[in-house]
Nanobody, 119 residues
Framework: EVQLVESGGGVVQPGESLTLACAAS????????MYWVRQAAGKELEWVST????????GYAASVKGRFTISRDDAKNTLYLQMNNLKTEDTAMYFC????????????RGQGTQVTVSS
């Protein structure tokens, strides 16, 4: 059974940093492209970042490029998202996900971790 468990969210002020982690189990983690996605209150799910298998190619949404860094530790089956210079508009529930389908849907998502950026 695929399980994705996020952690590391919290309440921070604008300009501060957070690192999110996603512990994966139930599949051969290193072989899969993994994603971070987020959903702000009242809004649709939004893609944030992607990392290919075996610490491969990365991609970022324009809104976070230059501030967020995705990484993975295949030995620990863990995906990370380092978030620097956080802005109020980054406030959302953050999920790690696997198997992107058409549009903004993914077959597997964790329960999420809340990030709130507020002064």
């Amino acid at each position: 059974e695929v399980q994705l468990v996020e952690s590391g969210g919290g309440v921070v002020q604008p300009g501060e940093s957070l690192t999110l982690a996603c512990a994966a189990s139930g599949f051969t983690f290193e072989q899969y492209t993994m994603y971070w996605v987020r959903q702000a209150a009242g809004k649709e799910l939004e893609w944030v970042s992607t990392m290919g298998p075996f610490s491969g190619a990365t991609g970022y949404a324009a809104s976070v490029k230059g501030r967020f860094t995705i990484s993975r530790d295949d030995a620990k089956n863990t995906l990370y998202l380092q978030m620097n210079n956080l802005k109020t508009e980054d406030t959302a529930m953050y999920f790690c996900a696997r198997d992107r389908q058409s549009g903004n849907t993914w077959t597997y998502r964790g329960q999420g971790t809340q990030v709130t950026v507020s002064s």
